[in-house]
Each structure stands twice: as structure tokens, then as C-alpha cells.
């Protein structure tokens, strides 16, 4: 008889809850579970800006993860000279990435080059043969590419990545030059 109850109400329920204009989401209509990863720029001062905006892109373009300065930081960013820009990640949040200051002077855009590592730590490799218009193109397309907002390919993979939280990856670290 309990059975029978339970199944009456779920049954009025599902009638009467659009009549009072109380809205029930479904597992499928739930929100993303979000990510929150933290960056830490401090040990690139001449990049700060250009940071804190790849971030911005980032969190402009992706639903599962949000990137935020401070915070227990699992990106930290650092400035070097000499030896080109690169990340090493597990590609799932956590990683370092290196800005080499003569590629910027060299004409490549410091905001595209933080952007496309941050790529790296959000799980995707590079496509150096790739448009300007795919963001893991890298310094492939040359310096006269300064997109720095991923396409949707790429925004796509990283929801996906992400989709089940802020999982431990087993797989070890990777350098991406």
C-alpha cells in the first residue's frame, strides 16, 4: 500500500508543482559541477595583466572550471628570459607555467602565451599547425596572431575534462614546449 501512495503523489505532484509555478530541475537540467582553480602570477610581474585577462578569457568561454587569483594556487606563473614559454602540468589544474620575456619582445603577444598555457593545465596539448583562430595553435600561426580566447573545439574539451570535478590525474607530468 506505501508503494501505491509514494506513486499517487510523485503523480500529483508532477501535475500540480507547474501550477504553482515552482520549477523542479532534473538531474539532466542541473547545473555543471564548476571547478575552482586558483592562479598565482606573482612570479611574473611584467605579466600581471596579462594573467589576470587570459584567465578572464578562460572563464569567459567554459562552464566547468573558474580560474581565480590567489586562493590556494595549483597554477603558479613564473617569468623567465631565455628558453621559451612552457608548461609543466598534470593537465588538470595543476602546473607551472614559464613566460619567457624574450618571445614577448620577440612580437609574440604575452596574453595569447598565458592563455595557450593555461590551455595546457586544463588538459589540452598543442596544434601547432593549427589556425590563429584555435588558441593551442601556439606560436605556430606567427606574432602576428595575438587571439588569445580558445575556440569552441577547445572550450568544449576543457568542460568535458572537467565534467566529474577536480579529479586526481594518475598519468604524471607532462612539459609542453
Not at 578572464?56 to 606563473?77: K, P, R, S
Not at 565534467?163 to 607530468?173: I, K, L, M, R
Amino acid at each position: 500500500m506505501n508503494r501505491r501512495l509514494a506513486y499517487a503523489a510523485t503523480g500529483i505532484a508532477a501535475v500540480l508543482l507547474p501550477l504553482t509555478g515552482v520549477q523542479v530541475a532534473t538531474a539532466a537540467e542541473a547545473s555543471p559541477l564548476v571547478v575552482d582553480l586558483y592562479y598565482d602570477a606573482s612570479d611574473a610581474p611584467d605579466y600581471q595583466a596579462e594573467a589576470t585577462q587570459a584567465a578572464a578569457n578562460w572563464n569567459g568561454a567554459v562552464h566547468n572550471v573558474h580560474l581565480d587569483a590567489g586562493g590556494a594556487a595549483t597554477i603558479l606563473i613564473h617569468e623567465v628570459t631565455g628558453g621559451g614559454s612552457y608548461t609543466q602540468t598534470d593537465g588538470h589544474g595543476r602546473g607551472d607555467i614559464y613566460i619567457d620575456t624574450q618571445q614577448v619582445a620577440e612580437g609574440n603577444d604575452p596574453t595569447r602565451i598565458l592563455a595557450h598555457e593555461i590551455g595546457h593545465n586544463l588538459g589540452l596539448p598543442d596544434h601547432y599547425t593549427g589556425p590563429c583562430s584555435e588558441l593551442m595553435s601556439g606560436h605556430g600561426p606567427g606574432i602576428s596572431c595575438k587571439n588569445a580566447i580558445p575556440d569552441a573545439r577547445e572550450r568544449a574539451q576543457v568542460d568535458e575534462n572537467f565534467a566529474n570535478g577536480f579529479a586526481s590525474v594518475n598519468d604524471g607530468v607532462r612539459v609542453y614546449r
